[in-house]
């Protein structure tokens, strides 16, 4: 099994990763939310780049539920925003959810093309590693980053897996550096990830708990698959 890296969606070209399997990973906050939604019992979540998508398919689907955000902020008119916290069981069980987030439905989008694609955070990560052993298939990790750019946070849910899986895979540079800062950091994973830029903007707009949750390790079992444009557990 060969297991790369691509710190920010534009590292990700799918020519290099023909056969590839596809791993996204958005910690703060979608990834957490949608793996909460589907251990929550959500039927499904359907990902879309923009507002004006998801108001279309809503227009098709009346009783799903509207979710996401802008700039960490509910969306105005949107039923849930992109806290896991929000994704209940009373919320979400038997509900279709449609999303938009900043960062992570458009690394969804971007991973669409790839064989097959699993949604990671650090709460299910657990699920992920043991399915991704059990399959042995060469796999990319696509971090969502913030806005194009590195994201610390979810560089080191990259590393995370990719630690648990260097037993049984072929690192590359990449998930080799991933795999390193996450040892480095791991002692103290929520000090360290609370002083990033993009954990500092959610703790800034009253968000902290989220950071905390969002750093909580191997806490849901599910891993969520992408497919054809809808996210199912």
Known sequence: MKVNVCFTPNDFNYDEYIGYNAVVIDVLRATTSIVTACVNGCERVIPVKTVEEALEIKAKYPDALLAGERKGL?????????????????????????????????????????????????????????????????????????????????????????????????????????????????????KKVAKSSHAQYLISIGFANDVALCLEQDTLAVTPVFTNGVVTA
């Open 74 to 190: 509910l969306i105005p008119g949107f039923d849930l925003g992109n806290s896991p916290y929000e994704y209940t069981e009373e919320q979400v069980v038997g509900k279709t959810i449609i999303m938009t987030t900043t960062n992570g439905t458009l690394a969804l989008s971007k991973a669409a093309v790839a064989h097959r694609v699993y949604i990671l955070a650090f709460a299910n990560a657990a699920s992920v590693t043991k399915l991704l052993l059990n399959t042995q298939e060469d796999i990319v990790i696509l971090c969502a980053g913030s806005e194009g750019q590195f994201s610390l946070e979810d560089a080191l849910c990259a590393g995370l897996l990719a630690d648990r899986l260097s037993s049984k895979a072929i690192l590359s540079d990449t998930a080799a550096a991933a795999q390193a800062m996450y040892r480095d950091f791991a002692a103290d994973l929520l």
